[in-house]
């Protein structure tokens, strides 16, 4: 991916058919992970507008309190999200949390820039549920309260992980700050402490945990000690741990079943590796990525999908080759992409961090049928459920529908 400033963005699709393969597996009334039912970006049906504006095809749109790029999964009717509220109060001194081992000089992040400052005043860490019709709070939760121990990149957020739910239970990881289940009415289930991470030139922390079965997976990649998790999903037990030889990334780990063995993914700088669900044993392992690996692997025809783009560029279908169709299109209007597309119907839904949808048509060859503009910025993946899609943006989540 190039970026181009204002003038646009430069993007690569690949393998359009994957889009519909994965597509028919999935269902229309539930979003339930980062990216979807199979976490692809891909909706199994559904027909959401081309075009929208402030006044055109907005079903809703509420105010989020706080910051987060946490994306918006949906169960029904119901929609959940996380955020990180600062509420302005110091902490007495001899309470604060003690200090991770300073960053690695430099500080400095390429087209990221310098990194924040770790705050001194307390953040709430809350997951919201929404009712999906009209928007409305139905509940929202603190899973606790904390001075954050470290900064984060100047576009990011605490609260940059997306929860993931089954129906019964969603799960929100705020990373340093534990990981919480809840049950669909809000009730906390249980809680678990993760690592107190030192991320790279502290650029803050966002790999969403993800569903393998019985299990619910955390992976935590930093400059101090990485390592990968599994709780028992339904009482919080640690089921196994794993230590990694990885610095900081950001991926969230892919979850897929081979020969009757669930196998979690992950992506990494050092090395792919591929974990035992229900063992963590270390089923296979290839080269990795390059530095700072923030994209997640992709599934699709029996391959998997590795990609990174920072100090280098890299493209790995594991197994099998990909096969692009078309290569280095400018999406005019975008200036910069910090969410995945999405895949539904006949179109991929593209938005920019400056308010701009660009909705590309899926086929062999590259064709904008529409570009869109709101008065927010849009980080988060959007999500589909039918005929509806919604934008999670710096302020507000929007319902996009024909009216």
Request: proline share 6%; net charge neutral.
């Amino acid at each position: 991916m190039k970026h181009l400033g204002t003038l646009g963005i430069t993007v690569v699709f690949l393998l359009t058919a994957v889009c519909a393969h994965a597509m028919a597996a999935g269902a229309d009334d539930y979003w339930p992970t980062w990216r979807g039912p199979a976490a692809t970006g891909t909706a199994a049906k559904g027909n959401p507008p081309v075009t929208w504006s402030e006044s055109e095809n907005i079903k809703w749109k509420v105010e989020i309190p706080g910051q987060g790029h946490s994306s918006p999964v949906i169960w029904a009717d119901k929609i959940f999200l996380q955020t990180a509220i600062d509420t302005g109060q110091a902490k007495a001194a001899e309470a604060q949390p003690a200090q991770p081992p300073a960053a690695a000089p430099g500080g400095r992040g390429g087209r990221g820039g310098l990194s924040g400052p770790a705050p001194k005043t307390i953040y709430k860490f809350d997951l919201l549920c929404l009712d999906r019709t009209s928007g409305k709070v139905l509940w929202q939760k603190t899973a606790t309260e904390a001075v954050p121990h470290e900064g984060h990149q100047p576009t990011g957020t605490f609260a940059s992980y997306s929860p993931v739910t089954d129906g019964k239970y969603v799960w929100a990881s705020f990373g340093s700050r534990g990981l919480y289940c809840y049950d669909m009415d809000g009730g906390l289930k249980w809680s678990k402490p993760l690592p107190t991470m030192r991320t790279a030139m502290s650029f803050g922390e966002g790999s969403s945990p993800a569903l393998a079965g019985d299990a619910i997976i955390a992976v935590c990649d930093h400059e101090a000690g990485s390592a990968i998790f599994a709780f028992s999903k339904a009482t919080g037990e640690q089921l196994w741990r794993q230590d990694r030889d990885e610095r900081t990334s950001w991926a969230t780990p892919a979850v897929v079943d081979v020969d009757g063995k669930t196998q979690v993914i992950v992506s990494a700088t050092k090395l792919i590796r591929s974990y035992d669900a229900k063992t963590g044993d270390l089923i296979w392992q290839c080269g990795g990525q390059t530095r700072n690996v923030i994209p997640s692997p992709v599934l699709g025809f029996g391959m998997v999908f590795c990609t990174s783009g920072y100090q280098g560029s890299s493209l790995q279908a594991i197994k099998l080759a990909g096969k692009p169709l078309f290569t280095e299109q400018t999406l005019e209007g975008i200036s910069q992409v910090y969410a995945s597309p999405v895949g539904v119907a006949d179109r991929v839904y593209c938005p920019g961090r400056n308010g701009v949808t660009v909705v590309v048509k899926n086929a062999d060859t590259f064709e904008i049928l529409a570009t869109n503009k709101l008065d927010d910025g849009f980080d988060a993946s959007p999500a589909v459920i039918g005929d509806e899609l919604y934008l999670r943006g710096n302020k507000s989540l929007y319902c996009i529908a024909r009216k």
